[in-house]
Structure formats: C-alpha cells, structure tokens
C-alpha cells in the first residue's frame, strides 16, 4: 500500500500558458501533501506545503501567484503552473504524509518543459 | 541543510563490494532521518530510517549510521549489485514539529561489473 500518482508523468507546453499537474493518494488519506522541483543533477527542494481544506504554505522564494496548490480531498492535490516559462522547466515532484505515519511516500514526478 | 549543489559527487564501486555513502545535515534539532534512493527520473524511494535516539539501524543489505555528535549520516550497501545504481539522498526532518523534509545533496552510486 501507499501508492502515490502523478498526471501526467511529462508534459510539455509554450511559454506562457498554464499547465496543472495532479498527486493522488491512490489507497490511503493524506490530510498533507508536499510539491518538491528538481533540477538537473540537483537535489529536491520544497517548494509547499499542501493541506486540505486550507491555503498551502510557501517556502521562501516560491511565488505562490505562480505555483497555485489547491488540496481538495484527502486525496488530490493540484499544482498549477501559471504563465510558465522555459525557467519553469523541472521535475515536479508531490509526496503524500499518511495519517498516522511519519513517513513520506512519493511520486514518480512530473517532467515539465516549457517551450 | 538546504541543498544548491550543481554537481552530484559520485561514488564508483565494483559489483560485490560494499558501498559507504555519507551525508551531512545541518540542524542539529533534526531527529528523524531517511535515505532515499532515486533512479533516472522516477521519483524517491524509501530506503531506511533512523530516529535520533539511535545511532544504528540495520535492514536488508543497508546499515544506517548516525553521528549526532559531528552531524554525520551514512548509508552501507552490502555487496553492491548494478541494480543499485541511482542517486542516494539523506533527509532530515524534526518529528511533531513539522512534517517538512530536508534533502542532501545526493551521491551517484554507479556500479561497474
């Protein structure tokens, strides 16, 4: 158990437009979810906190007008990528908290390329 | 600590050998640390854990070990085979404080035949 997904697994999109990408818990709750990017040859960094049924909260330096999270459910999260630019260009990662565990499960990622 | 290197150090071992990995972290109120182990775009998969009131853990082919003292984390790989080749990851985070995971900056283990 404690699978995660994520959709789609690598988009690619022109400068400019928005792109969403969604983290599901497949078999279990997650009231907390994270967005972590990743650059080439880099390690993960996080870029929020997402929880359900409230804001996200942004670590430092992440403009959060352009990484909208929205966590619906328990076990959907979304990250849009408004107005993307080639700079936006990363993997995208999410991980899931499960109720009751400290442990973190996460995503295969999501490779974006903006053109 | 935060993580902003540009260039992954890389740990090269022959097939049947033990690989050694290290990791230092920054925060010395940290108490929960994981290894991850990540392959070519996927994403990070759960290796081992340790809780700070212990220096030492042990699962199946890995050993943990926890130098709280100087800040120190490794990861043991016994008999290395070509499927552990990935970049391996430590993170630390302070349990019921937050959930919040800091990454390392990673290790490339390549193994050769």
């Known amino acids: 158990g404690a699978v995660v997904s994520q959709h789609p697994s690598w988009v690619i999109c022109k400068s400019g437009t928005s792109v969403k990408i969604e983290c599901r818990s497949l078999?279990?709750?997650?009231?907390?979810m994270f967005w972590y990017r990743q650059f080439p040859k880099q390690s993960l960094m996080l870029m929020a906190t997402s929880n359900e049924g409230s804001k996200a909260t942004y670590e430092q330096g992440v403009e959060k007008d352009k990484f909208l999270i929205n966590h619906a459910s328990l076990t959907l999260s979304t990250l849009t990528v408004t107005s993307a630019h080639p700079e936006d260009s990363s993997f995208y990662i999410c991980?899931?908290?499960?109720?009751?565990?400290?442990?973190?499960?996460f995503g295969p990622g999501t490779r974006l390329t903006v053109t | 600590g935060e993580s902003v290197g540009l260039h992954l150090p890389t740990l090269s071992v022959q097939e049947g050998d033990n690989s050694i990995i290290n990791c230092a972290y920054s925060?010395?109120?940290?108490?929960?640390f994981i290894w991850y182990k990540q392959e070519s775009g996927k994403g990070p998969q759960f290796i081992i854990d340790i809780r700070s009131n212990m220096d030492k853990r042990q699962g199946q082919r890995v050993t943990v070990l926890l130098n709280k003292t100087v800040k120190h984390l490794s990861l043991q790989i016994a008999a290395t085979q070509p499927g552990d080749s990935a970049v391996y990851f430590c993170?630390?985070?302070?349990?019921?404080?937050?959930?919040?995971?800091?990454f390392g900056t990673g290790t490339r283990l390549q193994v050769f035949p």
């Open positions: 993170a630390e985070n302070i349990l019921y404080n937050t959930d919040k995971l800091i």
């Open positions: 078999d279990f709750q997650a009231t907390t």
């Open positions: 925060n010395s109120a940290s108490d929960y």
């Open positions: 991980s899931a908290d499960k109720t009751g565990s400290y442990e973190q499960y």
